[in-house]
């Protein structure tokens, strides 16, 4: 049975989580009581409860204390997590929000001038800890003009945390728990900041006032970036959703391809594609370059007309319920690569190939980018853009003029996702990577053949690392030479 204390007008607790009723209107975001269609009645976020949330932040406590220099979990800590504030592009006129990824991992709270605080419970050793989220309380002229807020009670009712405050209380908490122990550890992301306004009341009121009594501040993301690498089941399943939304995308904007099209109308039908399909938006501004426009890798313009024999290169993801996808795709606009294009693009593809096998269990994204260099270089060896006696070495450092990229990244709430995880750390099951290999031959190389000046071809899959071997989790985005051409003519 549910029991719930009141406190005060302001602040509420919850002293047992079972049974959690929730308020009978929306709350800002999807719940089980607005969206029954969308979430079961223990889901914070599609696919993902209200207890996987309540482990996340055990399991983050549970790491601290195995992380702590001085090895003892019984030491005070206190975590603090901001979400992130609105962005304005000018006055009154707002970006779309995304919140803050560690704050949103922990909480599945979507409002944003919202603050996270984990706290060791005095005499008793971690994971035990008491979570306290700060957020905005009702206002309804701003409610007005922004959209319903979740408050101290819905958010509490909803979110399971122990107990909810104003966030006008979060600087008065800090303070007291950065006086009131003599022995404490602080963990907060001081040098990335989410939130302009409260990050200067957390510097102020706790990260000065801990240093001052020589409390140790550490990095928070090193543990929590760890513990988000691997992906649990249910962010599997929402990372297949993710893959698969973007994949069926491209497909349509693959059909939609021909002669003259402007990339922004390709752009407009994946964005398109993509939302119809249940995304909430792109994952980042995507790469859609025509021509030797695909030798500029952060190519976003997305505004010049695809001439007839010019290739389309697309890099291209969506986020689905706080998850992301990263694919892309180079195809003959047309509907037929010529002879030089199909040689260039068969030779990355077979490298692609060869990356994908090597996402085991125990190996490294490093070891695979190594073994990519290596094989591309003997690529470009046999369409003698590079000499053909050179010793490894050579043959690599060359090749990076064609391939200046890493072979990939991991992937998960953000796209470049956990970048504080080395490239160098053993792949476990459960972590997503992207593999994209790729060569880009500038139109003004004298050194390559005339006939492959100007290609610039990159084929990136999304990769789950498992136990049983690589899940190819973009597979229903065709890249075949044959698949391609006749999905385009068709």
């Avoid at 006008?168 to 303070?175: A, N, P, T, V």
């Avoid at 880009?440 to 610039?456: C, F, L, N, Q, V």
């Avoid at 990769?463 to 385009?488: A, M, R, W």
């Amino acid at each position: 049975m549910r029991q719930m204390l009141f406190i005060s007008p302001q602040i509420w607790c919850l002293s047992q989580q079972d049974g959690i009723s929730l308020p009978k209107r929306y709350l800002g975001q999807p719940t089980p009581f607005t969206h029954k269609h969308l979430l079961k009645d223990d889901e914070i976020t599609p696919q993902v409860t209200r207890q996987e949330y309540m482990d996340r932040r055990t399991a983050l406590m549970s790491a601290i204390g195995r992380s702590f220099s001085g090895g003892s979990s019984g030491s005070n800590h206190a975590v603090v997590v901001l979400a992130a504030d609105k962005k304005y592009m000018t006055d009154d006129i707002p970006y779309p929000f995304r919140q803050n990824t560690s704050f949103l991992y922990l909480t599945g709270f979507q409002e944003p001038d919202s603050a996270l605080v984990l706290e060791s419970i005095p005499g008793r050793p971690l994971p035990e800890h008491k979570a306290t989220l700060f957020v905005q309380q009702r206002d309804p002229e701003r409610e007005l003009w922004d959209g319903p807020r979740a408050g101290t009670e819905g958010a509490l009712q909803f979110l399971g945390v122990h107990e909810c405050k104003p966030i006008g209380d979060l600087s008065e908490k800090l303070h007291s728990l950065a006086n009131s122990k003599s022995e404490l550890v602080a963990w907060y992301d001081v040098f990335k900041p989410s939130n302009a306004t409260l990050h200067k009341e957390v510097k102020d009121t706790f990260v000065q006032q801990c240093r001052n009594r020589g409390h140790p501040v550490n990095i928070l993301e090193n543990v929590l970036q760890s513990q988000r690498v691997i992906k649990s089941p249910s962010e599997q399943d929402l990372m297949r959703t993710s893959a698969s939304v973007a994949a069926n995308a491209i497909k349509d904007v693959m059909a939609f391809s021909h002669p003259g099209v402007n990339e922004s109308i390709l752009y407009a039908k994946l964005d398109y594609s993509c939302r119809v399909r249940g995304a909430e938006f792109l994952a980042y501004p995507p790469v859609i370059a025509g021509g030797s426009r695909a030798n500029t890798l952060h190519y976003i313009s997305n505004n010049q007309m695809i001439l007839d024999t010019e290739l389309v290169l697309m890099d291209a993801g969506c986020e689905c319920h706080g998850y992301a996808s990263d694919i892309t795709r180079t195809w003959p606009v047309n509907g037929r690569f010529t002879e030089p294009q199909a040689e260039v693009y068969q030779a990355i593809l077979d490298v692609q190939k060869d990356c994908i096998e090597m996402c085991t269990v125990g190996g490294t994204l490093d070891q695979v980018y190594h073994f990519m260099l290596a094989e591309l270089g003997k690529c470009l060896q046999e369409m003698r853009v590079l000499p053909p006696e050179l010793a490894e070495w050579e043959l690599i450092k060359m090749t990076k003029q064609y391939c200046p990229h890493h072979v990939g990244h991991y992937l998960g709430m953000d796209t470049h996702d956990t970048g504080r995880v080395s490239r160098s750390s053993q792949l476990q099951h459960g972590m997503v990577v992207t593999i994209e290999p790729g060569l880009y031959i500038p139109e003004s190389d004298t050194s390559a053949p005339a006939k492959y000046r100007g290609i610039g071809i990159r084929i990136e899959d999304d990769i789950l690392v498992t136990t049983d071997g690589p899940e190819i989790l973009s597979v229903e985005c065709p890249k075949e030479i044959e698949e391609l051409e006749t999905l385009i003519r068709k």
